[in-house]
């Protein structure tokens, strides 16, 4: 990770140093060439009314000068940035010569007499000079009294030297001059230097920023990572367990250890929920997951979350209240049934007595959903954390029981993905109340969903299992004899290949593929199915089961059309499938025929 630049006193000041000394050699072209053409025209005037050579010798002196600087400029130095102490001094050393320059033309330039008019014309000159020098110069600080002091002290003696009431005037007014510029030069210096200052700790705090989004960035890719590899690692045994316990399962059904057995596949299903879980938060983080927005009756959603819960409800002596509504909105049915479900899991985990209740009111064009429980309530100061991931409130000793601290988590972004305000209110040992705001939409002009009864179909008669573990094998084939399927199971594509051939040429076709995505030696279980059913007709249904929940790769399954199946499979789940892939052939064949 690169380094972050940080705010170190001397690595500052050494950047702004370096930032004082580029400007005032940007500045130097155009501030020398008005030097050399205000002291050119002092000397023309001098001249002109005096006929003195000294005037022509200072201008000669001043000609030097300028052409010294022209020679040595900082833009030729290719590593003038390198050193920006050395070009200051360089810099100081110019603007003292300056200034002894100008300090010279008083004394060489002006006749001893009464000259008055000269007086004032050098006077002018020089205090313009003064002026201008000032505002460009005091970028650097050095340059401030070997600008001013020099010049300005100068053309003071010069005036005193004469010793008369006009004169001594003259200088006085000259000495309070430049007491003034020098206060103004050095206030308009810390101006400078603190804009500079502030310019080079922002784009430091503006750069520790982009290091900061890079690096958290770089760790949420990481986690989604993680939780795709330490998904597949972890789906896959469990996924063989969860196959063995159903076989066990049925094999005891009627038996005393029955009740056994219906244990463990409920913690396997527990297990199998957690990871689910944490799919489903890597899913969202990683903007895979699309709402479909549609019109949403709340009466069948509500019967749905009474039929999940109500039997924890009344295992803890709960009431569960879900109140019939009218009210359609718009949203997508499924993410919004997992944000309620989510709601009411979470509701019914914290409440010891009483219960909770869900209701839906329309509000003008929104529809208020309302999750209310009778539970302990949150604390004011744990209200902003209780959407952090696996952040619980009294629960510091990690109770499985009550979760793993991701379901408000998932809410949160579910409420964020569709739109849907999220508003929580709570209070201490009375409850808490957590309101989702949705559009409402009319029921005029909604066709209804065409519901039937979904008939049952036997199993496929012959399946050929694609999988490089041993184990899963044994449970898969185990699970289907169990229920009168034939099946072949195999480890790999070339060993498919050829029991498919064999069983076209026998007339006992398989009519379901059911292959893992990730075979042995890096294998790609979705490039085989497709191939095997591309090769052997129509007749032959593809069936994909993955652990796999890498954001590409979940993409390439969508898109290859296939039904897929995400580990652990319970053996429901898997009979179901095979049975929907039986009626979906049939309806084809009555349509051939």
């Known amino acids: 990770m690169p380094a972050m630049t940080e705010l170190h006193?001397?690595?500052?000041?050494?950047?702004?140093?370096?930032?004082?000394?580029?400007?005032?050699?940007?500045?130097?072209?155009?501030?020398?060439?008005?030097?050399?053409?205000?002291?050119?025209?002092?000397?023309i005037g001098l001249f002109m009314a005096t006929r003195r050579w000294q005037v022509l010798l200072w201008m000669a002196?001043?000609?030097?000068?300028?052409?010294?600087?022209?020679?040595?400029?900082?833009?030729?130095?290719?590593?003038?940035?390198?050193?920006?102490?050395?070009?200051?001094?360089f810099n100081a050393r110019n603007v003292l010569m300056r200034?002894?320059?100008?300090?010279?033309?008083?004394?060489?330039?002006?006749?001893?007499?009464?000259?008055?008019?000269?007086?004032?014309?050098?006077?002018?000159?020089?205090?313009?000079?003064?002026?201008?020098?000032?505002l460009s110069l005091a970028v650097l600080k050095r340059n401030i009294p070997r600008f001013i002091v020099p010049s300005m002290a100068s053309l003071t003696l010069a005036l005193a030297w004469r010793g008369d009431t006009v004169h001594l005037f003259l200088a006085t007014g000259c000495l309070l001059y430049m007491g003034v510029m020098i206060i103004f030069a050095l206030q308009h210096h810390r101006l400078l230097t603190a804009a500079l200052t502030m310019r080079f700790e922002k784009e430091a705090l503006?750069?520790?920023?982009?290091?900061?989004?890079?690096?958290?960035?770089?760790?949420?890719?990481?986690?989604?990572?993680?939780?795709?590899?330490?998904?597949?690692?972890?789906?896959?045994?469990?996924?063989?367990?969860?196959?063995?316990?159903?076989?066990?399962?049925?094999?005891?059904?009627?038996?005393?250890?029955?009740?056994?057995?219906?244990?463990?596949?409920?913690?396997?299903?527990?297990?199998?929920?957690?990871?689910?879980?944490?799919?489903?938060?890597?899913?969202?983080?990683?903007?895979?997951?699309s709402p479909q927005i549609r019109p949403v009756e709340l009466n069948p959603l509500f019967l749905a979350l009474n039929n999940v819960f109500a039997a924890q409800a009344a295992?803890?002596?709960l009431q569960l209240r879900l109140r019939a509504t009218p009210c359609w909105v718009l949203s997508d049915p499924q993410l919004l049934q997992r944000l309620l479900s989510n709601l009411v899991d979470n509701a019914l985990k914290y409440t010891v007595r009483g219960g909770v209740v869900v209701a839906a009111r329309a509000r003008g064009p929104l529809v208020w959903i309302d999750v209310c429980d009778t539970g302990i309530g949150i604390p004011h100061e744990h209200l902003g954390r209780i959407f952090d991931e696996f952040y619980q409130v009294g629960n510091p000793g990690r109770d499985r029981a009550q979760g793993l601290g991701i379901g408000l988590s998932i809410v949160h972004r579910l409420s964020r993905l569709m739109a849907h305000p999220l508003q929580v209110r709570s209070r201490l040992d009375h409850g808490s109340r957590f309101r989702l705001v949705l559009p409402?939409?009319?029921?005029?002009?909604?066709?209804?969903?065409a519901v039937r009864p979904d008939a049952a179909l036997p199993l496929p008669q012959r399946v050929l299992l694609i999988d490089d573990e041993a184990a899963i094998r044994q449970a898969v084939t185990g699970l289907l004899q169990a229920h009168g399927v034939r099946i072949d199971a195999v480890a790999s594509e070339a060993e498919a290949e050829a029991v498919l051939a064999q069983a076209?040429?026998?007339?006992?076709?398989?009519?379901?593929?059911?292959?893992?995505?990730?075979l042995a030696d890096g294998g790609d279980g979705l490039a085989a199915a497709q191939r095997l059913c591309a090769r052997f007709g129509p007749g032959l249904q593809a069936l994909l089961i993955t652990g796999e929940t890498a954001p590409l790769r979940q993409?390439?399954?969508r898109e290859s059309g296939l039904q897929v199946l995400l580990k652990p499979v319970a053996a429901d789940r898997l009979l179901q499938a095979l049975a929907s892939l039986t009626r979906h052939d049939a309806t084809h064949a009555g349509m051939r025929a």
Not at 213 to 240: C, G, N, V, W, Y
Not at 509 to 517: K, S
């Open 9 to 43: 006193p001397p690595a500052l000041a050494q950047r702004v140093l370096r930032e004082q000394v580029a400007t005032v050699h940007a500045n130097a072209p155009a501030a020398y060439l008005a030097d050399f053409l205000t002291a050119q025209t002092l000397g």
């Open 206 to 289: 503006a750069e520790q920023l982009s290091h900061q989004i890079a690096a958290t960035q770089r760790a949420s890719e990481e986690k989604t990572r993680f939780l795709a590899a330490a998904s597949h690692d972890l789906r896959q045994p469990l996924h063989a367990i969860a196959l063995f316990g159903a076989v066990i399962e049925k094999k005891l059904q009627g038996s005393d250890e029955w009740n056994h057995a219906a244990r463990l596949m409920d913690a396997v299903g527990t297990l199998g929920d957690s990871l689910d879980t944490l799919l489903d938060i890597s899913r969202l983080d990683a903007g895979e997951v």
């Open 61 to 89: 002196l001043h000609l030097a000068l300028t052409l010294r600087r022209a020679y040595r400029r900082y833009q030729r130095s290719p590593d003038a940035a390198a050193h920006p102490e050395y070009w200051a001094r």
């Open 315 to 317: 295992d803890r002596d």
């Open 555 to 557: 993409q390439q399954m």
């Open 440 to 449: 409402a939409v009319s029921a005029s002009g909604v066709a209804p969903l």
């Open 99 to 134: 200034s002894c320059v100008w300090g010279l033309a008083p004394w060489l330039c002006v006749p001893p007499g009464r000259n008055l008019g000269l007086w004032v014309m050098v006077i002018v000159m020089m205090m313009g000079g003064c002026a201008g020098g000032a």
């Open 504 to 518: 076209a040429h026998a007339s006992a076709p398989v009519e379901v593929l059911l292959c893992d995505v990730r």
